[in-house]
DNA sequence: GGTATCACG
DNA sequence: ACGTACGTGATACCC
């Protein structure tokens, strides 16, 4: 049984309050909606966080009221209301109706007193009371019982009334919001109250006496001064104003409170009409929210195996497993489904099966799902080769729009208006109450995802074509997943002992470390919290603050490297900071990954995440494992090759993004240095400096280096300062001195955001794309931001795309050389290989060749190579 | 769950 | 004048 709630809206005040709280909406048929939208908005949060029993919505009614006998100017001098508002009026009452919302007026009275009469007859029947609106009049009417909401703002921005927090607020006890506006007035209602009375007199007044009555009756002792004079003037207009400002509590109104029971909306009906006001993201989320919404009987059945009849090719499947690890976690069991069935078969039955097992290895049965590569890795734990997937929504999505990118087939399919589906935080739960869903709730989840991905599948495809992206989607995308799939599967070796042993020797140096702080601070303290360090640092040692942070002082590297000189505590922090790193993300975490089984790391690679295409790598990540520091670079002894008398061989472009830059620019000088070969630094240092190459020093090759990659990056002034560490005058020089060197370049990155705000988004080599909405956006930051990425994702973007078809030529060059090499790790523009010692010479050739020649592009592409007996030995 | 920091390309 | 380098993931704090 649910707890009873009232909940009472003012919706005048509500309607005003959206209408000018939103800047101007209007739908394809140009009606004006923001109030519609503001008071939608304000009221799906509210229901959800309420989950109300009985609500009225209350309006004013006619002109004049009761209080126009008392002072026929109340509420004179107002704006008439604009016509943008008018016009939504018909539209509110829709939207009302659509809510199955009790909606009510009185001639004569106010909304206020409908909701104070409607609120003390809920108080009296112990009903808790929930008013809402935009007028803080009404706080006076909070108690214990009843709550008062006003919309702040934004619509769902609100701030709770209680009594508590109205003493905390004014000083006042809730009723005394009436003397408050007496003293005061209240400019929209004209409500005049004594002039010259403010809010902070008022309630200066009312902590000495507690009424407008008692401040009179006290006025005498008062000293002389201009407030007195004016509140003596002024007491029958005082007096006035405070009965204005009351709201009635006993309103001769019709309703009661039995009669506002709520059950929810009318679906349908409120559909419909968001469809009529455009109100899409509130559609979709809504669809995608839901708990509740109404989903079409499926008729699907739980059988304990299938038949030839039934396992027919262009079926959607979908295998349920308890969490994203799809490595480790616990398979459920799979869906059938196609227009015609839908069966579920739990896993432990599939197990069981030898046609189900062989249909899902039958590469002629054609297949569709929703990311191929969990369904691959999941299968061959039980060594089920599952083979003839033809679709995957989730990489089909990913291509359509990267922002879209999500693991959950319902959010996916809601993008593509498909919603007969529920999302997995629905099923499962989340947080604590997270439990696996069982019997037909687990399969008509399964089968409904299955039907979903059969439905959506037309409607991406057709996009994808539209977009001219099926190409990057079928020969790109879904085979490099099936490569990926094997690099997972296969693993690489990690040496828990070797880790072990460093690990034993960096804690013994943390330890010394920390001592030496201590000493050095005078007292222990916690090194890993920033707080606690900024307090150590800046206040006990007094060091200068060279950077904040939001929440306080920075302690980041590059500040700490300024303070270097400053201390002698720094290089310790620095130290610590860097062992410390070490020893709980790469010996702790990487340990914690290994499989006891196979003493291998089976990383996880996301296909359908980053915005530029790139892969990213989790559960651990592979991508991050030190280098750059000769100590973090130990790390990599411990990855070794599975078998005994093999290596590891590693190869990776070189500077693939800077050809990619001049490939795509086609300028002319930076082509030419990569036609001729040339140190690409160094002769950007040449171009910048105007100096012969003998005349090069480190520090110019230095700062052309950052300013290569600050090109890269989308270039700005103060980010090449920050990272060189020079004024931002001296890199906007380097920077017109770049350009002046390589115009095209310069061209280049002007036409690239150009086009990106005419079209929307920008495109890669292999017609990736990426939509780019705030390019237009009128706040200076993410204008300036959209701008930096138009000119890096297709420079990035491109990069990943030649890689990715350099992955799948290189898997199918190994089968074809009929090679034992493995390919087993991606690192963005590096491909890490095991192979027996014999075959390194032909990986020597092969892999190079194979990378430069995936692609055709105006200037050679190079890839650098090593081989070893573990990762940090092949450099 | 957000923030700071630091590891990689 | 605005306040930034592009793309990621893991860990430790701290509310």
């Known amino acids: 049984m649910t707890q009873e709630k009232l909940l009472l809206l ?22 004006h909606t923001n109030s519609v939208y503001g008071f939608t908005t304000m009221l799906q949060k509210i229901l959800e966080e309420e989950q109300p029993t009985h609500i009225l919505v209350a309006f004013d009614a006619g002109k004049t009221t009761f209080r126009h006998s008392t002072y026929t100017e109340y509420k004179g001098g107002r704006q008439k209301t604009p016509p ?26 106010e909304a206020d007193d409908i909701i104070g009469t409607l609120a003390r007859q809920a108080e009296s029947r112990g009903l808790p009371v929930v008013v809402i609106s935009g007028d803080k009049d009404l706080t006076q009417l909070a108690t214990d019982n009843t709550t008062v909401y006003i919309t702040r703002k934004g619509m769902t921005d609100i701030e709770h009334y209680t009594p508590a927090h109205i003493e905390e607020k004014y000083g006042l006890k809730p009723l005394q919001i009436i003397d408050m506006k007496g003293l005061m007035g209240d400019a929209s209602d004209n409500i005049p109250g004594v002039p010259g009375v403010g809010e902070k007199t008022a309630i200066k007044l009312l902590k000495e006496h507690p009424s407008v009555e008692e401040v009179y009756e006290n006025i005498d002792a008062m000293k002389a001064s201009k407030m007195k004079e004016k509140l003596v003037a002024n007491k029958e207009q005082a007096l006035m104003s405070k009965e204005l400002a009351t709201i009635l509590l006993e309103a001769p109104i019709e309703v009661k409170v039995d009669d506002l029971k709520w059950d929810g909306p009318n679906v349908d009906e409120l ?19 839901s708990e509740e919404h109404e989903t079409m009987e499926l008729d699907y059945k739980i059988v304990d195996d299938l038949t030839d009849k039934e396992l027919v090719t262009g079926l959607a499947i979908h295998l349920e497993i308890e969490n994203e690890h799809y490595h480790t976690a616990l398979q459920l069991g799979v869906a059938f489904v196609n227009e015609e069935q839908a069966y579920f078969v739990t896993y432990e039955n599939v197990l069981k099966s030898e046609s189900i097992k ?21 299968f061959a734990r039980d060594g089920i080769k599952l083979q003839g997937i033809e679709f995957d929504l989730l990489l089909a999505a990913y291509i359509d729009d990267p922002a879209f990118a999500s693991d959950d087939v319902a959010a996916v399919s809601n993008h593509y208006h498909y919603s007969d589906i529920q999302s997995n935080e629905v099923v ?20 409904r995802q299955a039907l979903a991905v059969f439905t959506v599948r037309d409607r991406v495809l057709k996009k994808l074509h539209e977009n001219e992206q099926f190409d990057l989607y079928n020969e790109i995308e879904l085979p490099l997943a099936k490569v990926l799939a094997g690099m997972e599967i296969e693993g690489i070796r990690v040496e828990a002992s070797t880790l072990e042993e460093m690990g034993v020797e960096i804690k013994a140096r943390l330890a010394e470390i920390e001592a030496n702080i201590y000493a050095a601070a005078g007292e222990k303290f916690n090194i890993n919290s920033p707080k606690q360090l900024g307090v150590v640092l800046f206040e006990t040692l007094g060091l200068p603050v060279i950077k904040k942070t939001k929440t306080g002082y920075s302690t980041a590297a590059d500040v700490l490297d300024k303070l270097k000189p400053e201390h002698d505590i720094i290089e310790h922090i620095l130290q610590y900071r860097q062992l410390g790193k070490l020893q709980s993300t790469y010996i702790e975490g990487l340990t914690k ?40 670079r130990k790390i990599r002894q411990a990855f070794i090759p599975e078998k005994e008398g093999w290596q590891l061989f590693a190869a990776d472009y070189s500077q693939i993004e800077l050809r990619v830059l001049a490939h795509m620019s086609q300028d002319e000088n930076l082509m030419q240095a990569f036609l001729h070969g040339l140190d690409i630094h160094t002769n950007t240092a040449m171009k910048v400096f105007h100096v012969e190459e003998d005349a090069v020093t480190s520090n110019m ?15 700005s002034d103060y980010g090449l300062s920050q990272n060189l560490d020079i004024s931002r005058k001296e890199a906007a020089e380097f920077i017109e001195r770049y350009f002046e060197s390589f115009p095209g370049v310069k061209t280049y990155m002007e036409d690239i955001v150009k086009e990106a705000k005419s079209q929307g988004y920008v495109t890669t080599l292999l017609n990736r794309r990426r939509y780019l909405p705030d390019l237009n956006s009128s706040n200076f930051n993410l204008r300036s931001f959209a701008e930096r990425t138009a000119m ?51 990986l020597e050739k092969l892999v190079p060749e194979v990378m430069a020649n995936t692609v055709k592009l105006d200037v050679p592409l190079l890839a650098d190579y090593s081989a070893g007996n573990t990762w940090y030995d092949a450099k």
Not at 11 to 21: D, E, K, M, V
Not at 276 to 289: G, N, P, R
Not at 358 to 378: C, G, I, M, T
Not at 616 to 623: A, E, G, V
Request: charged content about 30%; some cysteine.
């Open 593 to 632: 990954e290994i499989h006891a089984d196979d003493h291998k790391i089976h990383t996880r690679y996301q296909q359908a995440l980053t915005a530029t295409g790139r892969l990213s790598s989790t559960d651990p990540n592979l991508q991050n494992i030190p280098i750059r520091l000769e100590e973090g």
């Open 358 to 378: 062989n249909y899902l290895e039958d590469e002629q049965k054609v297949k569709y799902v929703f990311d191929l590569k969990k369904h691959q890795a999941a």
């Open 428 to 447: 499962y739960g989340k947080g604590a109450k997270r439990t696996n869903p069982e019997g037909e709730a687990l399969a008509e989840h399964a089968c």
């Open 271 to 289: 559909f419909t009409l968001w469809k009529e006001l455009d109100f899409k993201t509130l559609i979709e989320k809504s669809e995608y929210e």
């Open 701 to 715: 090759r230095r700062a052309a280096k950052a300013v290569n990659f600050g090109i890269v990056y989308g270039i």
């Open 792 to 842: 890096n994702t297709p420079i990035q973007g491109s990069a990943a795309d030649i890689i990715k078809k350099a992955m799948i030529d290189m898997d199918l060059a190994l089968k074809e050389h009929k090679l034992q090499a493995k390919m087993l790790l991606q690192v963005h523009d590096e491909l890490i290989f095991e192979a027996p010692v014999e075959e390194i010479a032909i």
């Open 84 to 109: 943008e508002l008018s016009e939504q009026f018909p539209y509110l009452r829709k939207l009302v109706e659509a809510y199955n919302m009790k909606r009510y007026e009185l001639e004569n009275y």
């Open 10 to 31: 003012d919706g005048n005040s509500l309607a005003y309050r959206a209408f000018f709280a939103l800047p101007p909406l209007t739908n394809s048929q140009g009606i």
